[in-house]
């Protein structure tokens, strides 16, 4: 469905061409790229409003002409051997389905930067889900076809009033005025300290919300020397033209420095010579981002870069930026932390991004603040997926296709698992599962779906396949698959299979969960008699292969001969079930940390920063440096008490403490604690007094592994 636009491929397929396009600027300029590259042998006409040049070898047509009965009328179905359609996913439109339910060509081909839509409409359907090539912003940057950017993030202006001045209107406009004069001075002195490409001046976008906004600004800028130019959807396509000229020209007297707009521009317009865009708008949406930068990515003579300024308030929806940029559309958090942290090395080629302090920090609250696995999103993301692929998506694909990560299906309480998801929203899914068995799905799905560990899964797996699997068997099969297997492993797995996993108020609902009976191991009867439904048992086929496939890609490379992953993202359960402890203890009794003298094992759980609620606390949990850290103990504690001697002499006890770390406990969805590996008790301690005169110790721990800078800087910042 979508193509490279080089018209160099079209002149071996065809004789005929048609290239429909939304707009008479882009027909012009297309016209002019084909003349261009093929050359005098073949022959171009334009048709669009007063002009008419029909019966040439190559045409450029506009919709809105195009579809009149009078070209159609005209034009006998089989005239063209291509047709073409640019901006291919506004072809669901009235005007668009006209002129394809009319032509019959030989070949069709659709073109879009964006054909990923939400407006319901299946393009992919149009031709027949096939896609002929897809390139994204990433690789395009990587295959040099666009010139490369340079990302900053800057932090808007934001100037609170006097609540005592705001009662009087004067005051209050006054104010305004200063406010937008401030951030009128902010703008220019960021856009002339970043600069530009080339020497012949800045020839800049400026995108906004609001036409008036547009209007207010280009004014402010105008009286403070720049010279600009609002346009809306209100002007002429001849104001448009002369105004482009007049941003691109380097001769005329009357030439721009800025073209500011709200979205004409997102797409179907083509001004290589943009060497700066400015975004002063919040990031609603990742598709329109990825529209606006690429207004600036055309390649052009004399431009070896473009420059992108996107001043970043303190919008909820600021979590899109990375979205956008790394063109990661999983919606994963962690991803959208990474890319954060690591942004500058995280583009191909000679493209960099990078964010200031402040507009850091606003991104990283909206993505601890975002809520990713809402039914409305989770829809779209499908909707997407099985449009593209013209059937409902398995679990797989999602990965495959690089959509949204199928782990926000489990995650969302109304759900719990992607069959309930399609039991509910998919009228072609027509299978039925019970109660029990979509419980079941909820329990694999959300405890295994990440793949962090597959234990479980390999058992399941082979009682499917088995029904006579006995326990005695359990251990060769897990070292068969590359798992580690302890003194520990048989009886937490038979516990965990036989619904005794648990703690809390959810441990009675588990022991509804059963794959095993609990004393002998065999498959339960319950899980044996749900197993002859087709549906169910196609369903956790089609779970496995998606665990497992995440499992080898993230959770392969195990650190020392644990079960973790170092810098992966784990709750306190899974911290509990991957020690392998008898139970899992209670978030709210670990208290920091938790010694199971069982396994020999010492988790120490830091949050970072403290929120003011529990500033009373004292705690100064603080990293010296990438090697070292000093954690506080529980109150009630001196260096004497039992819990800080073992952790003092953990080494010659033989005790292994392993260190988790959150920076707050901020994120809407998940609550996970990075894995940073072993520590050891430096020697050094303090005990103190903590605010309410209780005694606690403070303990200096080296780590094994330093902390890698970019996640240091994010957890210290």
């Known amino acids: 469905m979508t193509g490279n636009k080089s018209p160099c491929k079209f002149q071996k397929v065809t004789k005929k061409a048609l290239f429909l396009v939304h707009r008479e600027q882009i027909a012009k300029q297309a016209k002019e790229s084909y003349q261009r590259v093929l050359g005098p042998a073949h022959t171009y006409g334009l048709i669009s409003g007063n002009v008419h040049e029909y019966g040439k070898d190559y045409t450029f047509a506009t919709v809105q002409t195009a579809s009149k009965d009078s070209f159609l009328d005209s034009t006998k179905p089989d005239e063209f051997d291509v047709v073409v359609i640019d901006e291919v996913h506004r072809a669901g439109a009235n005007s668009y389905q006209k002129i394809m339910n009319k032509l019959k060509p030989k070949f069709w081909l659709g073109m879009s930067a964006s054909p990923d839509r939400n407006d319901g409409f299946d393009i992919y359907s149009l031709f027949d889900h096939n896609i002929a090539s897809e390139i994204r912003l990433q690789q395009a940057l990587e295959e040099d076809y666009l010139a490369p950017f340079h990302y900053f993030g800057l932090s808007d202006l934001s100037i609170e009033s006097n609540e005592k001045e705001n009662k009087t209107g004067n005051l209050q406009a006054k104010f305004d005025q200063i406010e937008f004069e401030q951030r009128i001075n902010h703008i220019m002195e960021q856009a002339k300290y970043y600069g530009h490409s080339g020497t012949n001046g800045v020839k800049g976008l400026i995108f906004v919300s609001s036409k008036d906004e547009a209007k207010r600004l280009s004014e402010g800028f105008n009286r403070k020397g720049w010279k600009t130019l609002p346009l809306s959807g209100d002007d002429s396509q001849q104001k448009r033209e002369e105004a482009i000229d007049r941003l691109v020209s380097d001769d005329r007297s009357d030439r721009l420095d800025y073209l500011i707009t709200v979205d004409i521009f997102n797409e179907g317009v083509d001004i290589p010579e943009i060497n700066q865009v400015i975004m002063l708008r919040p990031t609603q949406s990742a598709i329109v981002f990825i529209q606006q930068l690429g207004r600036g990515l055309r390649k052009a003579k004399g431009k070896e870069f473009v420059v992108v300024l996107d001043f970043i308030g303190n919008y909820e929806s600021n979590y899109l930026i990375p979205v956008a940029l790394s063109g990661d559309s999983s919606y ?8 954060i942290q690591e942004g500058a090395n995280s583009l191909p080629g000679m493209s960099s991004v990078h964010f200031d302090e402040v507009a850091r920090s606003r991104i990283y609250a909206a993505v601890d603040q975002a809520k990713t696995n809402t039914i409305s999103l989770l829809k779209e993301a499908y909707a997407q997926l099985k449009y593209k692929l013209g059937r409902i998506p398995d679990l797989v694909d999602y990965d495959r296709f690089e959509s949204i990560d199928p782990n926000l299906f489990f995650n969302n309480k109304s759900l719990g698992s992607y069959p309930a998801f399609l039991m509910k929203y998919e009228k072609e899914f027509t299978s039925r599962l019970s109660e029990l068995e979509l419980e079941y799905l909820k329990f694999l799905s959300v405890k295994f779906g990440a793949g962090k560990w597959i234990d479980e899964l390999i058992i399941i797996q082979a009682l499917i396949n088995d029904g006579g699997l006995v326990i005695d068997q359990w251990k060769d099969l897990l070292i068969k698959n590359d798992i580690l297997v302890t003194e520990h492993t048989i009886q937490v797995l038979k516990s965990s299979l036989s619904g005794n996993y648990a703690a809390g108020t959810g441990a009675e609902k ?10 002998t191991g065999r498959i339960s009867f319950q899980f044996q008699k749900m197993l002859e439904n087709r549906a169910f ?13 995440r499992n080898k890609r993230n959770y392969s490379e195990r650190y020392k001969e644990t079960k973790f992953k170092l810098y992966s993202k784990y709750t306190y359960e899974e911290v509990c079930r991957l020690l392998e402890w008898d139970r899992p203890v209670v978030a709210q009794n670990v208290g920091g940390y938790w010694i199971d003298h069982k396994t020999k094992t010492y988790p120490v759980f830091i949050n970072y920063d403290k929120k003011e609620a529990e500033e009373h606390l004292q705690y100064h949990d603080r990293f010296l440096n990438r090697y070292t850290i000093r954690a506080m103990s529980k109150n009630g504690r001196t260096h004497e008490s039992k819990d800080m001697q073992t952790a003092l002499n953990a080494k010659d006890q033989e005790y292994s403490m392993h ?27 303090e005990d103190q007094k903590n605010v309410n005169g209780k005694n606690i110790t403070e303990i200096e721990y080296d780590l094994e592994v330093p902390v890698p800078e970019e996640l240091y800087d994010y957890i210290t910042n």
Do not use: C
Request: aromatic content about 18%; overall charge positive; charged content about 35%.
């Open 332 to 339: 994963n958090k962690d991803n959208m932390r990474r890319f």
């Open 510 to 519: 588990m022991k509804r969960i059963q794959f095993v009976e609990e004393e």
């Open 537 to 549: 048992k196609q369903s956790l086929t089609n779970l496995f292969k998606f665990s497992l496939n």
């Open 659 to 685: 260190l988790f770390i959150r920076k707050n406990k901020d994120d809407a969805i998940s609550k996970e604690f990075y894995y940073l590996g072993e520590i050891f008790a430096s020697g050094w301690y």
